[in-house]
Nanobody, 115 residues
Framework: QVQLVESGGGLVQAGGSLRLSCAAS????????IHWYRQAPGKQRELVAA???????NYADSVKGRFTISRDNAKNTVYLQMNRLKPEDTAVYYC?????????WGQGTQVTVSS
């Protein structure tokens, strides 16, 4: 059974940076894809960053050039580096990792950006 534990959220001023971590535990054999979502109050959950098996990445227009998705294989951890944060980035952020064809979700971590 795979579990994903998120960390790294918090309060930051506009223009600042945060790095979210999503640590995987359990049996991990093949990671097919990595996704980061966010959900602000009253809004639909939004895909902000994705990495597929080929290594290709995609970002929502709202975060392109500011956010970067990455992975540390040795630590079984995926990351979302968030730079030049804006108040509109405030949301709960969730990682989603597809392992051997099965999707697992992190518990979410709150990111609050003050102006």
């Amino acid at each position: 059974q795979v579990q994903l534990v998120e960390s790294g959220g918090g309060l930051v001023q506009a223009g600042g940076s945060l790095r979210l971590s999503c640590a995987a535990s359990g049996s991990i054999f093949s990671i097919n894809a990595i996704h980061w979502y966010r959900q602000a109050p009253g809004k639909q959950r939004e895909l902000v960053a994705a990495m597929i098996t080929s290594g290709s990445t995609n970002y929502a227009d709202s975060v392109k050039g500011r956010f970067t998705i990455s992975r540390d294989n040795a630590k079984n951890t995926v990351y979302l580096q968030m730079n030049r944060l804006k108040p509109e980035d405030t949301a709960v952020y969730y990682c989603r990792v597809v392992i051997s064809g099965i999707a697992y979700w992190g518990q979410g971590t709150q990111v609050t950006v003050s102006s």
